[in-house]
Structures are given as structure tokens and as C-alpha cells.
């Protein structure tokens, strides 16, 4: 049975909120001081190792709480299990609305510290980043969450909308640790109309935000197994029914084919807006997706718009044998299967079996997969998403929001499951930077943070703040 506690009881955890001290006290404009407490917020968070496993998520949860008692702001704690903490808050609105819900994971993934340059968990800051693991996924958005949050009280906004912060276990692969079971078992405290979570791009060119693209939509993680199976016998002597060979052939062939193309509201509105503000030639391959050429062009050299064009397929992991002279019974592989949003997982896996054409090899669902539910898209068309679009035109006027459905797997999915509007957002990022991401030397720009904040709080209030 799974163990849950609630570290913190507060009778006051719904009701009103108490004052700051002056030292406390947020810019009542967003400005050097309010990013500068972002980014103690940050450093803060990245020198808690929440690795997940095994994730010690409470660690981190009690680093907030323990914010928010200063400023007089009841919070609770959750445990999923021990050392699995949730945090939630709340700030009341006058009811008229329902809540809006700013969401943010506190584990991250492990690191190789020997390809490091930097201590993973110290937060040195140099250059203009602040190095770290979770410096961009996922703790810079609790900072932001933290800061919009706290100057949201601060500066009493009447609010129409109650703002709930939650700062969740488990997301790297462990949900059942954070956003299951919070849905599960405490959707009272999280039941809201919109939602603001990790997920989007803010592609960066250089030093200006190309796009702000807002997560609507997401794949769907679908793990496959691929197993050859044939007659073990002696090294020496080649058999036609090595299950190696029959297993990398099959690979190789699911490896050549790409599923079709096919669009959905989001993708379609994400590259009619991208030729518009892309140069000639890349503009001439998104107005023309149905080319094979340029099909072959993306997966060449776009590999983040071809992989939204379709449901894709990635072998990650084969292994097969355990002697240099023994020809092994079996052999397998993983594949990383991200389906978009309404693929017939059953036809997908017919169709992989005929591609294969092979007896001696098996498809089946991986054991113990991650399995998000499939949710509708969120809408563009609604008044959280014209929030988020004035958000951008006001803090990176140069850019143009678009919306995205992203290739990996976040949160929003079990929160659309629910009827949650929720949408993805993130700090503006260079390539080098998506790169380094779940990669060595993580890294986030201090610039990039401050305008993320900024961007955050003109889309909050202005969906939020009663008007």
C-alpha cells in the first residue's frame, strides 16, 4: 500500500495571506531585484540533489515551504512515499473564476560527475549561466512559479482566479511518486481550468527569441520491445536462426521506415506560423510538409519538426548473448516509441510486424513502461493562451508565439486527462543550451531566467488578476 503523509497541517492553508517583512519585500515592478531573487531561488533549489532515483523530492519541497512561512503564506507537504514530497499552496481569489495552476517538478535526472567540468550541485554561476543539474528541468520553473507567486501576494493582486503552486514529485520517469498521485489522491487541492507547466520552446536565435513556442499538445510514450528468439548452439558453427542477426535486421528496417505524416491542429498551426517568419528556403520546406523531399530534409536536418510531423520510432537499448562462443537463444531491443496524440497503437504494431516480415521476431508492449494518458489537445483559442501570446509580445516583441506539441512527455498529459487547459512554456534557449539538457553541464542563462519571470507574470496576471 502506498504510504502517503501530509508533513504540514495548516487550518489557515485556504484562507488570506500575511504581510512581508521589508527584507522580504519583491520589486512591485518586475526588475533586477525581482530577477535577482529568482535566481536565489535557483541556486537554492540546485544545490538540493533530488536525482531521481531515488529523488528525496522533500528535501526541495521544504526548501520552498520554508520560503513561504517567512512570507506568511500556508503550505502543505505531501509524501508519496518516504522522501517523495509534493508541495502545494495556495492564494485565494474572489471565486469568480476557476484556479489557475502553476506546476513544476523538483527531481531531475542522475549525472556522470566525471563529465562534469563544473560540481553538478554546486550552482556556480560564470559567463552569464548558472551551471547545475536542473538548472533548466526542472527547477528553473519552480523558481519562476516561486517568484510569480510570491509577488502575486506581495502586491495583494485581487485575483478572480485562486493561484495554486504545486512542486511535485517523481516526474523523471516515477509519476506514480508525483502527479498520479496527487491526482489520485488530492485533486481537490489541484482542480483548476488552466494550467502552466514545463514543455515549451523558446527558440533563441542567437540573443533574440526566435519563436515562444506554448506546449498544447504532447506524444504519447509508448515502450516497445522487439525480441528475436532462435537456437543457442556453439560459436563455431553459423546457424541461419541466430536470433542476433534475425533481431538487427528487423531493427534495421524498423530503423529505415518512418511512419506517415500527419497533422493536427496544433502542427498545422505551428508551421503556417513558422514559414511566415522563417527565411526563403526553410519557409518554402514548412509550407510544403506533403513533399517526400522535404520530408527527407526534415528528418535530415530538422529532426525536432520532423519528429512532430509524426508518431516516431528510436531503438535505445539492445543486448542480446553472454559468451564470445555461445550463440544465444534470444536477443532484444527497445524502442522508443512517442505516438502522437490519436495513433491506433494496434495498427501501429501491425504494420511494424509486417515491415519486419520475420516469424522469429516478437513485438510486445514493455514491461513496467511509462504509460501517460492520452489527453485532447488544449485549446488556442481561449483566454489563457491569448494571455500567453500577450506575454510575448510584450516581453520579446520581436518574436511571434506559436503552438507546439511537444515530442517528449510532461506532467500537462494526466492533467489534461482530467480537463485541465494546460500548456507548456519555458526559458528562452539556444540550441546549445536544448542540448545540454538531461546532458553534461546543464546550464541556464541568468538573462534568459529574468525574462522568462517577466514573461510569467504578464501571463499570469493577465489571466489571473481581476481586471
Not at 116 to 145: C, E, Q
Request: net charge negative.
Amino acid at each position: 500500500m502506498r504510504r502517503f503523509k501530509a508533513l504540514t497541517l495548516t487550518l489557515a492553508f485556504f484562507t488570506g495571506s500575511a504581510g512581508f517583512s521589508g527584507a522580504q519585500m519583491l520589486s512591485t515592478n518586475a526588475g533586477p531585484e525581482t530577477r535577482q531573487r529568482a535566481v536565489e531561488f535557483l541556486t537554492g533549489l540546485v544545490k538540493i540533489d533530488t536525482s531521481n532515483p531515488p529523488g528525496h523530492e522533500t528535501l526541495a519541497a521544504q526548501y520552498i515551504k520554508s520560503i513561504l512561512d517567512r512570507e506568511g503564506i500556508p503550505s502543505l507537504i505531501f509524501e508519496s512515499a518516504p522522501g517523495r514530497g509534493n508541495l502545494v499552496a495556495r492564494l485565494k481569489g474572489n471565486g469568480s473564476k476557476k484556479p489557475l495552476l502553476l506546476l513544476g517538478h523538483l527531481d531531475v535526472v542522475g549525472v556522470e560527475r566525471d563529465r562534469w567540468t563544473v560540481d553538478p550541485f554546486a550552482a556556480i554561476t560564470k559567463d552569464g549561466f548558472l551551471y547545475g543539474r536542473g538548472s533548466h528541468d526542472d527547477k528553473a520553473m519552480d523558481a519562476a512559479n516561486l517568484v510569480v507567486f510570491l509577488k502575486l501576494h506581495h502586491d495583494r493582486i485581487p485575483l478572480d482566479r485562486d493561484v495554486i503552486l504545486l512542486a511535485e514529485a517523481g516526474e523523471e520517469g516515477t509519476s506514480q511518486f508525483g502527479i498520479d498521485y496527487m491526482v489520485a489522491n488530492h485533486w481537490d487541492l489541484l482542480d483548476c481550468e488552466y494550467a502552466l507547466n514545463e514543455g515549451g520552446r523558446f527558440h533563441l536565435e542567437g540573443s533574440k527569441l526566435q519563436y515562444a513556442g506554448v506546449s498544447s499538445t504532447e506524444k504519447v510514450p509508448r515502450g516497445m520491445l522487439v525480441t528475436a528468439r532462435g537456437s543457442s548452439g556453439h560459436g563455431s558453427m553459423p546457424r541461419l536462426d541466430n536470433a542476433i542477426v534475425h533481431l538487427s535486421a528487423a531493427i534495421a528496417k524498423i530503423g529505415a521506415w518512418q511512419p506517415p505524416m500527419r497533422l493536427n491542429e496544433t502542427t498545422r498551426e505551428f508551421f503556417i506560423r513558422l514559414a511566415k517568419i522563417s527565411p526563403p528556403e526553410k519557409a518554402a520546406l514548412f509550407t510544403h510538409l506533403d513533399d517526400p523531399a522535404t520530408q527527407q530534409k526534415l528528418r535530415e536536418t530538422e529532426i525536432f519538426y520532423n519528429s512532430m510531423l509524426r508518431t516516431s520510432i528510436v531503438p535505445t537499448m539492445i543486448k542480446g548473448g553472454f559468451r564470445e562462443n555461445v550463440i544465444p537463444a534470444d536477443a532484444e531491443a527497445t524502442l522508443d516509441i512517442r505516438a502522437l496524440p490519436d495513433e491506433n497503437i494496434d495498427q501501429l504494431v501491425a504494420t511494424m510486424r509486417q515491415i519486419i516480415n520475420d516469424p522469429a521476431v516478437e513485438i510486445t508492449p514493455l514491461a513496467g513502461g511509462q504509460a501517460r494518458p492520452v489527453a485532447p489537445p488544449s485549446s488556442i483559442h481561449n483566454q489563457m493562451f491569448q494571455a500567453l501570446e500577450r506575454a510575448q509580445e510584450h516581453v520579446f516583441p520581436e518574436a511571434i508565439t506559436l503552438p507546439l506539441m511537444q515530442t517528449g512527455a510532461t506532467d500537462s498529459a494526466q492533467l489534461r486527462a482530467k480537463g485541465v487547459q494546460a500548456y507548456g512554456i519555458g526559458v528562452p534557449m539556444t540550441d546549445e543550451e536544448i542540448r545540454r539538457i538531461h546532458g553534461n553541464d546543464e546550464r541556464i542563462s541568468v538573462d534568459a531566467l529574468g525574462q522568462f519571470v517577466e514573461y510569467l507574470w504578464t501571463a499570469v496576471t493577465g489571466v489571473a488578476a481581476t481586471h
